[in-house]
């Protein structure tokens, strides 16, 4: 019998339909922090405010716009890991912090503090080979291991913390009625899902709000980068600049696409950098709608430093940015400093 007269088929055609999930289009937290993204950052560190306990140094952070305060948190754990929490400082009730997935408390190790340049807080390990650098305005963290900076923390400005509210019903009637701007901004919380957000036949109504967090995470001369299960596509991350980030969100999809960053059975919040020399890990724990969106800058053989006949050359080390963003939940992520795939394996292996 002859193949010719067969009718073909494509695996296409058995392809889940993706208009019944959502893409990064249709999120409202994902929207709202993007159109954050052309302003300049607004949160500065009270570096004054540090103060050192038992298993962590504590300090505030403020937004300049808002002039409502967070309360951050600087762990060091024992094999060479640094945690950092950031939540509100007052908040209107406990945010949710996930449970069950660290092992035990983590041991920690004491940190040694010290005053670097003006304006800014260095703490090292007991060995002093791991430091954190922490600049206060902008609000910036700098990783360093043997004085090289591995890790940059919101050197893109891009910290995120939506503070959560007084519901609606339960605010001043007098006030709603006088505030005309209510109305007026109606539409525009709608589109932003303020408070309550639609997708096809479901609501999901928010009684105190937004409450979505987001933090970006430079790393110096990295650009392969593994991890945050499950998707249907190749080993090493892809740069996500041309299309949807990828989504960490658990789903029984039949039929997935490959070549696909639709989030599928499982999430992991668990990212690997690699490179001659060094490993790192990122662990952010946060058990809601997650989206992660990576840029990477490739190296260059060098770049003019002036322009000119005797203009210098200087190399540039490649970069990859890493830009979480979740639903709800707080900060908070363990830094997996290795430095080799070995000991970040350990050191994740420990925590969970």
């Not at 090292?124 to 963290?141: E, M, Q, R, S, W």
Request: charged share 25%; hydrophobic share 35%; glycine share 8%.
């Amino acid at each position: 019998m002859e193949a010719a007269g067969k009718e073909e088929i494509s695996v296409e055609d058995e392809a889940v339909d993706k208009n019944i999930f959502k893409d990064c289009s249709k999120i409202a937290f994902y929207r709202r922090q993007k159109q954050q993204l052309s302003t300049k950052s607004t949160y500065q560190a009270l570096l004054d405010s540090a103060t050192k306990g038992k298993d962590s140094t504590k300090f505030q952070i403020l937004n300049e716009a808002t002039k409502v305060p967070l309360l951050a948190e600087v762990y060091g754990i024992e094999g060479n890991i640094f945690r950092l929490k950031i939540n509100e400082e007052t908040p209107l009730k406990p945010r949710y912090e996930v449970p069950d997935v660290v092992t035990s408390k983590p041991r920690t190790v004491r940190l040694i503090s010290s005053s670097g340049d003006a304006g800014s807080l260095v703490l090292a390990d007991g060995k002093g080979d791991l430091k954190c650098h922490i600049t206060a305005n902008p609000f910036k963290v700098d990783l360093m291991s043997e004085e090289e900076v591995v890790m940059s923390i919101n050197s893109l400005g891009h910290l995120y913390f939506e503070h959560l509210q007084v519901p609606l019903k339960k605010r001043a009637t007098k006030e709603n009625k006088e505030d005309t701007s209510v109305d007026a901004s109606q539409e525009n919380q709608e589109d932003l899902g303020l408070w309550e957000e639609k997708f096809g036949k479901f609501v999901d109504v928010k009684v105190n709000g937004p409450a979505s967090i987001g933090l970006d995470f430079s790393l110096h001369g990295f650009e392969h980068l593994y991890g945050i299960p499950q998707h249907a596509e190749s080993h090493q991350l892809k740069n996500t600049g041309d299309g949807d980030a990828y989504r960490l969100y658990n789903l029984d999809v039949y039929g997935y696409k490959i070549h696909d960053k639709m989030g599928i059975y499982g999430s992991v919040p668990y990212l690997l950098a690699h490179k001659p020399g060094r490993t790192l890990g990122i662990f952010w724990l946060n058990a809601s709608e997650t989206l992660v969106e990576i840029n990477t800058e490739p190296a260059v053989k060098y770049t003019l430093t002036q322009m000119g006949p005797v203009a210098a050359k200087q190399k540039v080390r490649s970069r990859t940015d890493v830009h979480w963003m979740s639903e709800s939940g707080i900060i908070d992520v363990f830094l997996l400093t290795g430095p080799t795939p070995s000991d970040v394996f350990k050191q994740y292996s420990y925590l969970t």
